[in-house]
């Protein structure tokens, strides 16, 4: 099929962008008992808001997504001191993964950090493939390693390119995302389902329920009855549920559409365009020895699973489906991330428009959560994200131990590629290794002093407890100024900043307000810190004016068990009153000042 570049076929211009308000739900668990079927889980949940409305984290924010005139990166191996990272925070990677394995949440994993398109980081880890069955280990001379081009289930990471190849049609003007899936599918408008739009199933907003049990069909023509006289379980348009249902249908509209089966839609319009020859639905047998296990499944009417999808619903469908199928390695699935950095094109192929990459990374999401979700697209899910996690990074994870993010503030991608479920779904959550994969990945991205060779550093991790605490004795009419840094769960504020004080030794302890100054912008603040900066330094000021005498001033760095931001930096700290300062600290902060207890000083 011809692929076409008219502007005039741009998708925005026949798709309804705004207007949508809906919540959120999720399925309850991630990891479902055998043989009830593979899905994500999502936690979703509100609170505070961001200490600075989303405008003054521009430019970082505003136009991350705006992507024409980027350079055009090719991957290739590189050096953190090419692309102005630490390296030394790179190889903590290694323990984290290794921890995984130790805990027995997988039998090995595949990391990878690209920066600017070089390759700074690339491992495999532990074993492919262990076990003959739930309980057996294989004889040590039958086991695989993993190796850096172990190919991999991706499981929903397949939904990626699903809404990439919906996107091209749209782009070519075969089809509008305010349509609707029936005005090509007939079959499926009925029982109120007349309306659902294109959109609607790309942002998993379709009313459909979270999954159907597919597999339970004996034909083709029973399980695609079955899938287009599914009830509404929401109203369309109102209500974002993970839906694997979403997907499978939009495989089918790519399929309707374009006159091309959808592994071979996917295979002539991206992945052999990329290059990324190691993707693909239905592995050949010769791929095999590279290929990790996944789980021993003899409900679905096979063993260990290794070679076939994992997934019931795609395995049904005779392995190729809209929301699962796909196999891959982390360096092509890397070329995929780039080309979406790169806005659409890589080398000399182009996949998808600026245009269409912005609209697909941009949040369609209207209700209060900070959590994001673009078409196809994860944004903003620190729960996999962690360090990252921004209103416009972007990512999914994959049911088998598949996971990806895009930060297009930092040009950066983290892959981290695990077949957790070999041999059994039960394992233990790995979502603490994901998130630590890519704390280690952000801690490499230096943030340099506002001033001077030192800033003061909360830190970061789970369940931290870290103050940084001045002693100073206030004149009358003080005020505290100082220069800040912060991204503390951008997602889900359920990490906190503080800025406190205290007038008898620390008994007792007040959030003190002053104002917030970033970009020409003035924001007032009560003295709690959440959200993010975007990744740029601003200015703070306090009134001290109802303090006078002997007082304590604390910074207090707070988190839970949960995703972690990637930390709080304090510098240029001083407090004047009518007669000068009473405390000022130089480019380079005076540790002697300053009593702190996990903070430190970092000059990145």
Not at 15 to 32: D, E, I, R, W
Not at 467 to 481: A, F, G, K, Y
Request: aromatic residues 10%.
């Amino acid at each position: 099929m011809k692929r076409l570049r008219s502007k005039s076929m741009i998708v925005f211009l026949c798709v309804v962008l705004l207007g949508s308000t809906f919540t959120t739900q999720f399925p309850a668990s991630a990891q479902q008992a055998a043989p009830q079927h593979s899905i994500e889980e999502e936690h979703f949940h509100h609170g505070k808001p961001s200490s600075l409305p989303a405008q003054v984290s521009a430019p970082a924010w505003s136009k991350a997504w705006d992507r024409a005139g980027k350079p055009n990166r090719t991957i290739r191996e590189g050096h953190p001191s090419q692309v102005n990272m630490n390296g030394d925070y790179l190889e903590n990677i290694d323990e984290v993964v290794l921890r995984g394995i130790e805990e027995n949440k997988y039998p090995g994993a595949v990391a990878m950090v690209v920066k600017d398109g070089r390759i700074v980081k690339h491992e495999a880890y532990g074993k492919a493939s262990v076990y003959k069955n739930e309980t057996e280990v294989l004889p040590e001379e039958e086991q695989l390693a993993m190796e850096k081009d172990t190919i991999f289930d991706l499981a929903s990471l397949t939904k990626i390119v699903t809404s990439i190849a919906t996107m091209q049609l749209a782009e070519e003007g075969h089809i509008c995302l305010d349509d609707s899936l029936a005005a090509y599918i007939p079959e499926f408008g009925i029982l109120g389902k007349e309306e659902i739009t294109i959109k609607q199933l790309l942002t998993h907003t379709s009313g459909l329920a979270a999954s159907h049990p597919l597999d339970n069909y004996d034909t083709e023509e029973e399980m695609l009855e079955a899938l287009y006289t599914l009830e509404l379980q929401y109203e369309p348009g109102k209500t974002m549920v993970y839906s694997d249902l979403s997907m499978i249908l939009l495989g089918l509209l790519v399929e309707e559409v374009s006159g091309e089966s959808l592994d071979h839609y996917i295979y002539n319009h991206i992945t052999s365009p990329l290059g990324m020859d190691d993707t693909m639905f239905n592995p050949s047998e010769e791929y095999l020895p590279r290929i990790a296990p996944t789980e021993h499944s003899p409900w679905s009417g096979r063993e260990m699973v290794w070679g076939t999808v994992h997934d019931e619903k795609a395995y049904a469908m005779d392995g190729i489906a809209g929301h699962a199928g796909l196999f891959s390695t982390a360096e092509d699935f890397a070329i995929l991330s780039q080309m979406i950095l790169n806005g659409g094109r890589y080398g000399n192929v182009r996949i998808l428009e600026p245009e269409t990459v912005s609209l697909m990374l941009t949040n369609h999401m209207t209700d209060e959560t900070d959590l994001g979700q673009g078409l196809g697209f994860n944004l903003n899910r620190g729960w996999f994200m962690d360090g990252l996690s921004s209103p416009v990074a972007a990512g999914h994870t994959g049911f088998t131990g598949t996971s990806f993010v895009v930060d297009p503030v930092n040009d950066t991608i983290v892959i981290f590629f695990t077949n957790r479920v070999h041999p059994t779904r039960y394992g233990p959550s790995i979502n603490p290794e994901r998130q630590d994969v890519v704390q280690h990945a952000a801690r490499a991205l230096p943030v340099r002093p506002a001033a001077g060779q030192k800033a003061w550093f909360s830190g970061n991790g789970r369940d931290k407890n870290h103050t940084l605490t001045l002693p100073v004795t206030l004149e009358e009419n003080s005020e505290l100024t100082f220069k800040t840094w912060f991204d503390i769960a951008n997602d889900i504020p359920r990490d906190f900043g503080y800025l406190e004080i205290s007038m008898d030794e620390g008994e007792s302890w007040e959030l003190l307000e002053g104002e917030l100054y970033a970009r020409h912008t003035t924001n007032e603040h009560d003295g709690v810190f959440t959200g993010s900066t975007g990744w740029q330094w601003v200015d703070a000021a306090y009134d001290l004016g109802d303090y006078e005498g002997d007082a304590l001033v604390r910074f207090h760095y707070e988190t839970d068990a949960s995703a972690n931001g990637r930390g709080w930096y304090i510098d240029r700290v001083s407090v004047k009153g009518d007669n000068g300062y009473v405390f000022k600290d130089g480019p380079n902060p005076d540790p002697e000042s300053w009593q702190a207890e996990g903070w430190e000083l970092s000059g990145d």
